[in-house]
């Protein structure tokens, strides 16, 4: 026999833990239990120890009516009980059991159906002989509920709850513990006797109850252990005769524990025990867990009693959290309305949410909130950086499937979050679209926690004779452990209002996605018309230009000798400004054509786009001597034409506004960012002042005459137009004298990745 170590052998740690503990088939050997054929009371199952407390062995009970060890008054009298939906006209009942001859013993018999239907009795000898009157009970109870209700806070409260069970009781140990979202226990309240070291702010792992220990006291609110030494007895047979299976003793009152239970009270000098449970919605609340140094048992009615007290004072506990929950969820339900008021009267619902006396933080008690929507951040209070943020995102994109991810220790899941958990380590992300999210954030809380015993050696593992053993730990003396990297935890009224509060917000953002189509609709139909208007017209245009052009060459030509110089210079300027109409009409032109549905989309290299720029530049660029030179170029998603065209404005803007001192020089280079192509096309040339930066990209905008500069002032609008049309971005950085860089991007997965429209809208969003 000898300790294991964990990491050497092969053994399945969590059904050690966990046992099967409804298909334990002993008992404890202060009761006896009778597994009953329900139709004519038949005895179809006995515990061993009937020789000890009835005087007849097994053998002797098996197959034989209950009549053998009860008269037949007794006996119609449970037949009577049995109609019933429920058995509670005969629990608990006195019953009076013969051993031999006349010689009768009382006992306390409860029966129960188990699951699949088998009749059990259980009898335990009793301590009282006669049932406690009701107002005795009564008046039991009395004393301890007045206490109860002149007290106010909730701790002072559970105290007075273990001092009246310990005076009832009189064990030497009473405590009140509760467990938290993990399921490890935490002692609230203790009253105890002076020799014995106090377990009071003491936590304890979930380990210690595990799973199927925390059904069973759902399943039975009072159990007892007399004696943690008893020695358990089985049934006989081991199987039911007519079922075929082991009988289930989940509702047992006598079942034995599981032996690594008993072994963890007999570590804590425990001799005998009694619990409460305290269930609220369906789920273990805590316990009131009573402890003696000896081996005690306790008369069933004053267990009755004690189950009693236990269910009326927690459904006083359940009405002041209930009531503290109240007052905080009405509070959040004020904050959420003015929220959502805000949201709905300005322009943009994210303002609504971070502005004004009422914000996001006050939803969910955090300090440090952010937006993500469309791609850009919006924060609010103590967050991680933008960049951070980002990575963030993504991995909640890769990770959150459900409507809402919450943690107290974000670092133990996302592990780049100790960078900053400062501010962040716990979080609470609401999805709202398929890259959009609301987050919360809370700080670190460096907390101390007191442990009975060390939580990660709260058991270990033993070889017996081959057999692998689950042993508790031997040691409950005070372990500290500093808990880091955790915040405090979000309460479940939190979670709830930021789930409603998304609600609104996507009802909001289908609002809007509907509205901006109607508007997009009526874009779309203006935007055909002034196509139309501007085709039209520049046809109907060139017409009686090119008519002007000829006559007013065709006179030069004719009467050449009868001209002075004033009039063949006026016939001159004449032309000229025909040819400038007829250039701003080519420009119109090229405006009009370039928009969403003109364009098409496709892998295109960027040097070829290049190559052909600066082909349509050849002459200017030979003029010039110019020196065009470029990175190594990507192949990126737009469309071809319009590449070569946005280039070619560009290259030819750095040709046309060149110093006179020098020969132009042009680069073009590249980076790849996350989602995005960075361009710029940098020059040497004359530069311009950064207040004019936007200026230069509205149309028919222009910095210097046509005398000193020719153009129409429509080059560096098309190329804005062009970038919009790719759902980028395009700007300028310069000083004067000292040349200009055009930066603009491209999606690295062309437009169509950020386009959305209505239908796409309501596709994107969640449901």
Same mark, same amino acid.
């Given at each position: 026999?000898?300790?294991?170590?964990?990491?050497?052998?092969?053994?399945?740690?969590?059904?050690?833990?966990?046992?099967?503990?409804?298909?334990? #088939?002993?008992?404890?050997?202060?009761?006896?239990?009778?597994?009953?054929?329900?139709?004519?009371?038949?005895?179809?199952?006995?515990?061993?120890?009937?020789?000890?407390?009835?005087?007849?062995?097994?053998?002797?009970?098996?197959?034989?009516?209950?009549?053998?060890?009860?008269?037949?008054?007794?006996?119609?009298?449970?037949?009577? $009980?049995?109609?019933?939906?429920?058995?509670?006209?005969?629990?608990?009942?006195?019953?009076?059991?013969?051993?031999?001859?006349?010689?009768?013993?009382?006992?306390?018999?409860?029966?129960?159906?188990?699951?699949?239907?088998?009749?059990?009795?259980?009898?335990?000898?009793?301590?009282?002989?006669? !049932?406690?009157?009701?107002?005795?009970?009564?008046?039991?109870?009395?004393?301890?509920?007045?206490?109860?209700?002149?007290?106010?806070?909730?701790?002072?409260?559970?105290?007075?709850?273990?001092?009246? =069970?310990?005076?009832?009781?009189?064990? *030497?140990?009473?405590?009140?513990?509760?467990?938290?979202?993990?399921?490890? $226990?935490?002692?609230?309240?203790?009253?105890?006797?002076?020799?014995?070291?106090?377990?009071?702010?003491?936590?304890?792992?979930?380990?210690?109850?595990?799973?199927?220990?925390?059904?069973?006291?759902?399943?039975?609110?009072?159990?007892?252990?007399?004696?943690?030494?008893?020695?358990?007895?089985?049934?006989?047979?081991?199987?039911?005769? &007519?079922?075929?299976?082991?009988?289930?003793?989940?509702?047992?009152?006598? &079942?034995?524990?599981?032996?690594?239970?008993?072994?963890?009270?007999?570590?804590?000098?425990?001799?005998?025990?009694?619990?409460?449970?305290?269930?609220?919605?369906?789920?273990? /609340?805590?316990?009131?867990?009573?402890?003696?140094? #000896?081996?005690?048992?306790?008369?069933?009615?004053?267990?009755?009693?004690?189950?009693?007290?236990?269910?009326?004072?927690?459904?006083?506990?359940?009405?002041?959290?209930?009531?503290? *929950?109240?007052?905080? &969820?009405?509070?959040?339900?004020?904050?959420?309305?003015?929220?959502?008021?805000?949201?709905?009267?300005?322009?943009?619902?994210?303002?609504?949410?971070?502005?004004?006396?009422?914000?996001?933080?006050?939803?969910?008690?955090?300090? $440090?909130?952010?937006?993500?929507?469309?791609?850009?951040?919006?924060?609010?209070?103590?967050?991680? *950086?933008?960049?951070?943020?980002?990575?963030?995102?993504?991995?909640?994109?890769?990770?959150?499937?459900?409507?809402?991810?919450?943690?107290?220790?974000?670092?133990?899941?996302?592990?780049?979050?100790?960078?900053?958990?400062?501010?962040?380590?716990?979080?609470?992300?609401?999805?709202?679209?398929?890259?959009?999210?609301?987050? /919360?954030?809370?700080?670190?809380?460096?907390?101390?926690?007191?442990?009975?015993?060390?939580?990660?050696?709260?058991?270990?593992?033993?070889?017996?004779?081959?057999?692998?053993?689950?042993?508790?730990?031997?040691?409950?003396?005070?372990?500290?452990?500093?808990?880091?990297?955790?915040?405090?935890?979000?309460?479940?009224?939190?979670?709830?209002?930021?789930?409603?509060?998304?609600?609104?917000?996507?009802?909001?953002?289908?609002?809007?996605?509907?509205?901006?189509?109607?508007?997009?609709?009526?874009?779309?139909?203006?935007?055909?018309?002034?196509?139309?208007?501007?085709?039209? +017209?520049?046809?109907?245009?060139? !017409? %009686?230009?090119?008519?002007?052009?000829?006559?007013?060459?065709?006179?030069?030509?004719?009467?050449?000798?009868?001209?002075?110089?004033?009039?063949?210079?006026?016939?001159?300027?004449?032309?000229?400004?025909?040819?400038?109409?007829?250039? @701003?009409?080519?420009?119109?032109?090229?405006?009009?054509?370039?928009?969403?549905?003109?364009?098409?989309?496709?892998?295109?290299?960027? !040097?070829?786009?290049?190559?052909?720029?600066?082909?349509?530049?050849?002459?200017?660029?030979?003029?010039?001597?110019?020196?065009?030179? /470029?990175?190594? @170029?990507?192949?990126?998603?737009?469309?071809?034409?319009?590449?070569?065209?946005?280039?070619?404005? @560009?290259?030819?803007?750095?040709?046309?506004?060149?110093? %006179?001192? =020098?020969?132009?020089?042009?680069?073009? $280079?590249?980076?790849?960012?996350?989602?995005?192509?960075?361009?710029?096309?940098?020059?040497?040339?004359?530069?311009?002042?950064?207040?004019?930066?936007?200026?230069?990209?509205?149309?028919?905008?222009?910095?210097?005459?046509?005398?000193?500069?020719?153009?129409?002032?429509?080059?560096?609008?098309?190329?804005?137009?062009?970038?919009?049309?790719?759902?980028?971005?395009?700007?300028?950085?310069? !000083?004067?004298?000292?040349? +200009?860089?055009?930066?603009?991007?491209?999606?690295?997965?062309?437009?169509?990745?950020?386009?959305?429209?209505?239908?796409?809208?309501?596709?994107?969003?969640?449901?």
């Amino acid at each position: 026999m000898g300790n294991l170590n964990f990491t050497t052998v092969d053994y399945d740690l969590n059904q050690l833990k966990q046992p099967v503990i409804h298909t334990l #088939t002993q008992v404890q050997p202060h009761g006896i239990l009778l597994v009953l054929a329900e139709d004519d009371l038949t005895i179809l199952q006995v515990s061993q120890n009937t020789q000890l407390l009835l005087s007849m062995a097994p053998e002797q009970l098996l197959g034989q009516s209950l009549e053998v060890i009860l008269d037949s008054f007794q006996v119609d009298r449970i037949k009577a $009980g049995l109609y019933g939906s429920n058995l509670d006209s005969i629990n608990p009942s006195k019953i009076w059991i013969r051993r031999h001859g006349d010689d009768y013993q009382v006992f306390d018999a409860v029966f129960h159906r188990t699951a699949d239907q088998q009749l059990v009795m259980e009898c335990e000898p009793a301590i009282v002989q006669e !049932e406690i009157p009701f107002l005795s009970f009564y008046h039991l109870a009395k004393a301890s509920i007045h206490r109860l209700e002149s007290t106010a806070n909730l701790q002072d409260f559970c105290q007075v709850i273990v001092q009246e =069970v310990q005076k009832m009781t009189e064990f *030497d140990r009473v405590m009140l513990y509760r467990f938290d979202q993990d399921n490890h $226990g935490e002692v609230l309240a203790e009253a105890k006797v002076s020799e014995l070291e106090s377990y009071l702010g003491l936590h304890f792992p979930e380990s210690d109850i595990p799973a199927p220990a925390r059904h069973l006291f759902l399943s039975n609110w009072i159990r007892m252990i007399p004696d943690s030494t008893a020695e358990p007895v089985r049934l006989y047979p081991d199987v039911n005769p &007519r079922s075929h299976q082991p009988t289930d003793l989940t509702l047992s009152i006598l &079942r034995s524990p599981f032996p690594c239970h008993l072994e963890y009270l007999q570590n804590m000098g425990v001799g005998a025990s009694l619990t409460i449970s305290l269930i609220k919605d369906q789920r273990l /609340w805590g316990l009131i867990a009573c402890h003696h140094r #000896t081996p005690k048992q306790v008369p069933y009615e004053l267990r009755k009693a004690c189950e009693f007290l236990g269910r009326v004072v927690f459904t006083e506990i359940a009405n002041r959290e209930e009531e503290a *929950d109240y007052h905080y &969820r009405m509070k959040l339900a004020r904050v959420q309305t003015t929220l959502i008021e805000a949201m709905s009267e300005a322009d943009d619902f994210i303002q609504g949410l971070v502005t004004g006396p009422v914000t996001l933080l006050d939803l969910a008690n955090a300090s $440090g909130a952010a937006i993500c929507f469309n791609g850009h951040w919006t924060t609010l209070g103590k967050t991680p *950086d933008q960049q951070e943020l980002n990575y963030l995102l993504q991995w909640l994109t890769k990770t959150v499937t459900d409507e809402v991810f919450v943690t107290d220790s974000l670092p133990s899941v996302y592990f780049e979050a100790e960078r900053f958990k400062a501010v962040a380590s716990g979080l609470l992300a609401i999805p709202i679209a398929k890259h959009s999210f609301l987050l /919360w954030f809370r700080p670190e809380v460096l907390q101390t926690v007191n442990w009975g015993g060390n939580p990660g050696e709260a058991y270990y593992l033993e070889d017996q004779d081959g057999n692998i053993k689950l042993c508790p730990r031997q040691s409950f003396a005070l372990w500290k452990e500093t808990v880091q990297l955790t915040s405090l935890p979000w309460q479940e009224v939190e979670i709830r209002s930021t789930l409603e509060l998304r609600k609104a917000i996507v009802n909001i953002v289908l609002r809007q996605a509907e509205d901006l189509a109607l508007l997009a609709q009526d874009l779309e139909r203006s935007n055909a018309e002034l196509k139309k208007f501007a085709y039209v +017209a520049s046809h109907d245009l060139q !017409e %009686p230009l090119n008519q002007v052009a000829n006559y007013v060459q065709l006179l030069e030509m004719r009467y050449d000798h009868a001209l002075d110089e004033d009039a063949k210079e006026f016939i001159n300027f004449a032309v000229d400004g025909v040819s400038l109409m007829q250039t @701003l009409i080519d420009d119109v032109l090229a405006y009009s054509k370039v928009d969403l549905q003109g364009i098409d989309c496709e892998l295109t290299a960027v !040097e070829t786009a290049v190559n052909r720029a600066v082909g349509n530049l050849r002459s200017r660029i030979h003029e010039t001597q110019a020196e065009i030179t /470029w990175d190594e @170029l990507p192949t990126v998603v737009a469309d071809a034409t319009q590449l070569m065209q946005l280039f070619q404005n @560009l290259i030819g803007n750095g040709i046309k506004f060149q110093r %006179p001192d =020098v020969s132009p020089q042009i680069h073009i $280079g590249v980076e790849r960012h996350d989602d995005h192509w960075l361009f710029a096309v940098r020059d040497n040339g004359i530069g311009l002042d950064p207040q004019f930066a936007d200026r230069i990209f509205v149309i028919f905008q222009r910095l210097h005459t046509r005398d000193e500069y020719h153009g129409s002032g429509m080059g560096l609008a098309i190329c804005k137009k062009i970038v919009d049309c790719h759902r980028g971005r395009i700007w300028v950085e310069s !000083e004067l004298g000292q040349g +200009a860089t055009f930066y603009f991007t491209l999606p690295v997965g062309g437009r169509d990745r950020h386009h959305v429209n209505r239908r796409k809208a309501q596709n994107y969003l969640f449901s």
